[in-house]
T-cell receptor, first 114, second 117 residues
Framework: AQSVTQLDSQVPVFEEAPVELRCNYS??????LFWYVQYPNQGLQLLLK??????LVKGINGFEAEFNKSQTSFHLRKPSVHISDTAEYFC????????????FGTGTRLQVTL | GAVVSQHPSWVICKSGTSVKIECRSL??????MFWYRQFPKQSLMLMAT?????????EQGVEKDKFLINHASLTLSTLTVTSAHPEDSSFYIC?????????????FGPGTRLTVL
């Protein structure tokens, strides 16, 4: 079984500032890792994913994340945020394999202000 | 590509009635579909996994007789909330997986807001 911990329930940040959203996971098997964004009353949109290979993963909207196996982390970063980045962000983990079910973290609310 | 739709996007019903939610993969065949439930300001909780042509696998604590799942084709899965009660009010989200070549990525529908009066 896998589990995901997102330590920060809310992260306030000013526009154009950098941001890091933290995600730690636990698993006894190899994993795939994902970051999703959810805007109010909408489904989830994939930002980026780590399956294998390079530990630095680049995604959409200028986001990137780094897989750190020794620290079991997959933190999401963006060098300069915009107001439009205000949303809920979910980290998720699945076992490495086809159609494995996802386990989500509790989410981090990113609030970008002027 | 890889678009998933849900219908309806919202529904209000009276207590005791049944509600059916459809999840469709529009441009790919989904070998596996997942149903999630999300309470306000909370994370997604997996309810069940459905594979085309077979019975759904429910997560612990999810009543299979209350949440009926049918995956009749490779592009359609339905969730029926039977005898709905106010505590069933929630945001229901489906996702679809396209099998090999999709690297375990699930594509999510836009969600259905269910309100039971």
């Amino acid at each position: 079984a896998q589990s995901v911990t997102q330590l920060d329930s809310q992260v306030p940040v000013f526009e154009e500032a950098p941001v890091e959203l933290r995600c730690n996971y636990s698993s006894s098997v190899s994993v795939y890792l994902f970051w999703y964004v959810q805007y109010p009353n909408q489904g989830l949109q994939l930002l980026l994913k780590y399956l294998s290979g390079s530990t630095l993963v680049k995604g959409i909207n200028g986001f990137e994340a780094e897989f750190n196996k020794s620290q079991t982390s997959f933190h999401l970063r963006k060098p300069s945020v915009h107001i439009s980045d205000t949303a809920e962000y979910f980290c998720a983990v699945s076992g490495a394999g086809t159609a494995s079910k996802l386990t989500f973290g509790t989410g981090t609310r990113l609030q970008v202000t002027l | 590509g890889a678009v998933v739709s849900q219908h309806p996007s919202w529904v209000i019903c009276k207590s005791g009635t049944s509600v059916k939610i459809e999840c469709r993969s529009l441009d790919f065949q989904a070998t596996t579909m997942f149903w999630y439930r999300q309470f306000p300001k909370q994370s997604l909780m997996l309810m069940a996994t459905s594979n085309e042509g077979s019975k759904a696998t429910y997560e612990q604590g999810v009543e299979k007789d209350k949440f009926l799942i049918n995956h009749a084709s490779l592009t359609l899965s339905t969730l029926t909330v039977t005898s709905a009660h106010p505590e069933d009010s929630s945001f229901y989200i489906c996702s679809a997986h396209g099998g090999q070549g999709f690297y375990n990525e699930q594509f999510f529908g836009p969600g259905t807001r269910l309100t039971v009066l």
